[in-house]
């Protein structure tokens, strides 16, 4: 996810100085002001960033949440996990799936009614609060509330670093628990089934950093999907 690569950006350009400007932060992420804005809004609402005057550091949690998730991603949502669940998107998603799980896409357009900014930030809050273990989604891409004892295997942080994991049994376990493996009791999709033109074992197989790439192209389609006609 763009927020998590910036989130790291922000850690490695503050070592040196504490703070970082927005106009640097946005120069060196490649993204606009304005959504380097919005972006350390909300993980200053998170815990994970302190920002104040256009000005930026990291937290504690946002430091060490940003140079795990590369090398032990289960941890790093270990750690994310009571940040999310203190966050107002998670009893807001509460309420909505009182009832049963709900498709991602509707429950993304519930969060955000009513809120400010671009239409796809329901779908970045849905995504945070899966990595957050709030939320579990299912093959189907339906999203569910996540049980009292839900935690993602641990991985060992053997990795190089600024590299995520690449062996597959650490990558389907991760993979499983973000929701795209069959649930118990469950069948899993035909082989011919595929999301983006990958089947339901190649995303499992996939290395985290290609798997947080492969996420934003499904959010890509999504936009595009939903984007007024002109």
């Known amino acids: 996810m763009q927020q998590i690569k910036t989130l790291a950006t922000l850690a490695r350009l503050a070592e040196g100085t504490g703070e970082v ?9 490649g993204r606009s ?33 940003a140079g795990l998730w590369q090398r032990d991603s289960a941890r790093a949502r270990l ?10 998107s998670a009893p807001a998603a509460a309420r909505h799936l009182a009832d049963g ?9 519930r969060i955000r009614a009513g809120l ?3 239409p796809l930030r329901g779908m970045y809050l849905v995504e945070w609060l899966v990595i957050g273990l709030v939320l579990v989604r299912d093959e189907q891409l339906r999203v569910h509330l996540a049980p009292a004892n839900h935690q993602p295997a641990p991985e060992p942080a053997d990795g190089p670093a600024g590299e995520a994991p690449s062996e597959p049994h650490k ?3 991760s993979r499983t628990e973000r929701g795209t493996g069959p649930r118990p009791g469950q ?15 190649e995303v499992q197989a ?4 290609r798997y947080a790439a492969f996420l934003d192209g499904v959010l890509q389609t999504l936009r595009g999907a939903h984007a007024p006609l002109t």
């Open 206 to 209: 996939l290395p985290d950093a």
């Open 33 to 65: 002001a304005a959504t380097v804005g919005d972006c350390m809004g909300f993980l200053a609402d998170v815990g994970l960033v302190r920002a104040a005057q256009g000005l930026y550091a990291v937290t504690d949690e946002g430091r060490e949440f």
């Open 116 to 118: 400010p900014g671009v």
């Open 21 to 29: 400007r927005r106009s640097v932060l946005a120069q060196h992420t």
């Open 101 to 109: 799980p709900l498709p991602q896409e509707e429950l993304a357009k």
């Open 79 to 88: 750690l994310l996990h009571p940040l999310l669940a203190a966050h107002w």
């Open 171 to 173: 990558d389907n376990a």
């Open 187 to 201: 069948a899993g999709p035909s082989a011919g089934t595929t999301l983006l033109g990958l089947t339901r074992q």
